[in-house]
């Protein structure tokens, strides 16, 4: 059974940092292209930040230079650091593994930016 599981959210004031987690079991995660995506109130589902199976990383221009996606391959884990957070960031954080047709979800986790 696949899982990916997700840590890390929470309360953070505006200029503050979080650094979200994503624990996967159930696949080869080496062989997997990772993201985050997040959803706002009343918004679409967005991709924030991408790392694929090689470690090339891309990143939505909202929040490029303020967020950093990595992977340990060792741990299963995918890691987003995120700096210099704003109100706008303010969504459920939700955690993604795909392969070719194959897409896996974690349950998200919540990031509220607010003073």
């Known amino acids: 059974q696949v899982q990916l599981a997700e840590s890390g959210g929470g309360l953070v004031q505006p200029g503050g940092s979080l650094r979200l987690s994503c624990a996967a079991s159930?696949?080869?995660?080496?062989?997997?292209?990772m993201a985050w995506y997040r959803q706002a109130p009343g918004g679409q589902r967005e991709l924030v930040a991408r790392?694929?199976?090689?470690?090339?990383?891309n990143y939505a221009d909202s929040v490029k230079g303020r967020f950093t996606i990595s992977r340990d391959n060792a741990k299963n884990t995918v890691y987003l650091q995120m700096n210099s957070l704003k109100p706008e960031d303010t969504a459920v954080y939700y955690c993604?593994?795909?392969?070719?047709?194959?897409?896996?979800w974690g349950q998200g986790t919540r990031v509220t930016v607010s003073s």
């Open positions: 159930g696949i080869i995660f080496n062989n997997y292209h």
């Open positions: 790392i694929n199976s090689g470690r090339s990383t």
């Open positions: 993604n593994a795909a392969r070719a047709t194959t897409n896996y």
